[in-house]
């Protein structure tokens, strides 16, 4: 089932006056749209908004609420969650550590070095000390949660049927025999570490870098069914999501820097030796250098991309305890690793389906009242889960919003 309080603005301020002390008319905050959850972020807060409602703890504040419970600095406790009928509907986080996204961060970095035309390792903005941190926070991340949710040993057949399922309806009969070869080897094999709960969206659009480290958030809000959001996988698929979503950036930088290119050259005409301008690019000296220009783009690319991945993946696995959920061949890891990478890729490329409202593609600034909201109702509990305020606050902010509120048993 799919609720949408953010589709229109009086939904969005309806449901966060609902579960706020004080307000201050007028002040302005970011809305984030994503396919299944909308997150209104204020100076010091974030609300995120859940467009569909389960009849259980949703994974946000279940696995941040259980981490931060253990003392894991890299998740926002949630510190109000708003319940009606066992499902959450919205959750309210203090940030204490303001810090700049993960997929900003990358996308400044391959800008920069593209520019300049200087090699990643020598760049001022090179992540690959950023990306081992995050690797190294990823991997405790996986360990509290196998420890806190117990860890089981990953089989072939389960791992392969995530896997299909993952891609299942998607693709022709070419593609589909592809993944059908991947899933049968990971089927067969014996070496596959193990399985626990994970992030399970974990692309760099949810992680976030500040002074205390590397922040992680947005647990559980990708696609999926509720019981596939709560299953124990292999550790290695949200790893696989952040070289993927390096790899889409790195694409995308590159695109640009070529486009750039052809737009500038298309400008400015080059003058040749004889002092002529080359307009239609016919002296063969201007055509070799703009084919050099382009190589060198296409170099500076796969270099800032294998240098974050292998940062990445060399912090990932310096946690100690990590490896008793990876298989004990590195071979063994690096070819789960690689089947993972092939799942997301053709998912991404070949198009994600799901319901919930898209939004629009960017941020969207919306000047509601939400600004004041000073204090959370009472403490978070962990134990409970997070069942705070009384939920008829939930049902006067639909009311108040104009849309009808299902009753978990409505299709």
């Given at each position: 089932m799919v609720f949408d309080p953010l589709s229109v603005a009086s939904g969005c301020a309806a449901v966060a006056e609902s579960v706020a002390r004080r307000t201050v008319s007028g002040a302005a905050v970011t809305v984030r749209y994503a396919p299944w959850t909308t997150t209104v972020v204020g100076r010091g807060w974030e609300l995120s908004i859940h467009h569909r409602m389960e009849g259980a703890?949703?994974?946000?504040?279940?696995?941040?609420?259980?981490?931060?419970?253990r003392g894991c600095d890299a998740v926002l406790a949630p510190t109000e969650v708003m319940?009606?009928?066992?499902?959450?509907?919205?959750?309210?986080?203090?940030?204490?550590?303001p810090g700049i996204a993960g997929d900003a961060l990358a996308r400044s970095s391959l800008t920069a070095v593209l520019r300049d035309r200087v090699a990643p390792d020598r760049h001022r903005l090179d992540l690959a000390s950023a990306m081992g941190d995050l690797g190294r926070t990823v991997a405790a991340v996986h360990v509290d949660l196998a420890e806190t949710m117990h860890a089981t040993v990953a089989s072939?057949?389960?791992?392969?049927?995530?896997?299909?399922?993952?891609?299942?309806?998607?693709?022709?009969?070419?593609?589909?025999?592809?993944?059908?070869?991947?899933?049968?080897?990971?089927?067969?094999?014996?070496?596959?570490?193990?399985?626990?709960?994970?992030?399970?969206?974990?692309?760099?659009?949810?992680?976030?870098?500040?002074?205390?480290?590397?922040?992680l958030r947005g647990f559980g809000t990708g696609e999926g069914t509720p019981a596939s959001r709560v299953e124990r996988t292999s550790p290695l698929v949200d790893l696989a999501t952040l070289t993927t979503h390096l790899r889409r950036i790195r694409d995308t930088g590159v695109a640009d820097a070529l486009a750039e290119i052809e737009r500038s050259d298309d400008?400015?005409?080059?003058?040749?030796?004889d002092g002529d301008t080359d307009v239609a690019g016919s002296?063969?000296?201007?055509?070799?250098?703009?084919?050099?220009?382009?190589?060198?783009?296409?170099?500076l690319g796969d270099a800032w991309e294998r240098r974050c991945v292998d940062a990445l993946i060399v912090g990932y696995t310096s946690e100690p305890d990590v490896h008793t959920l990876l298989p004990w061949e590195p071979t063994s890891r690096d070819a789960l690793l690689t089947a993972f990478e092939l799942v997301e890729q053709m998912r991404r490329v070949l198009g994600a389906t799901g319901a919930g409202s898209q939004g629009?593609?960017?941020?969207?600034?919306?000047r509601l009242p939400l600004d004041g909201w000073i204090e959370p109702w009472g403490t978070f509990d962990p134990g409970e889960l997070g069942i705070g305020p009384e939920p008829i606050a939930a049902d006067r902010a639909v009311a108040a919003a104009?849309?009808?509120?299902?009753?978990?048993s409505s299709p």
């Open positions: 703890p949703h994974p946000d504040v279940e696995l941040s609420a259980l981490l931060a419970a319940r009606r009928r066992g499902a959450d509907l919205a959750v309210f986080h203090r940030v204490r550590r072939g057949a389960v791992l392969s049927t995530w896997m299909r399922e993952r891609v299942a309806g998607r693709f022709d009969t070419v593609a589909s025999d592809s993944v059908g070869s991947v899933t049968g080897r990971v089927q067969d094999a014996d070496d596959l570490g193990g399985c626990c709960r994970i992030h399970g969206n974990l692309d760099l659009a949810h992680v976030s870098l500040g002074r205390g480290g590397w922040v400008a400015t005409p080059e003058v040749s030796g002296d063969p000296r201007m055509r070799m250098r703009r084919a050099e220009r382009r190589r060198e783009i296409q170099r629009p593609d960017r941020d969207t600034e919306l104009g849309v009808p509120m299902p009753s978990p």
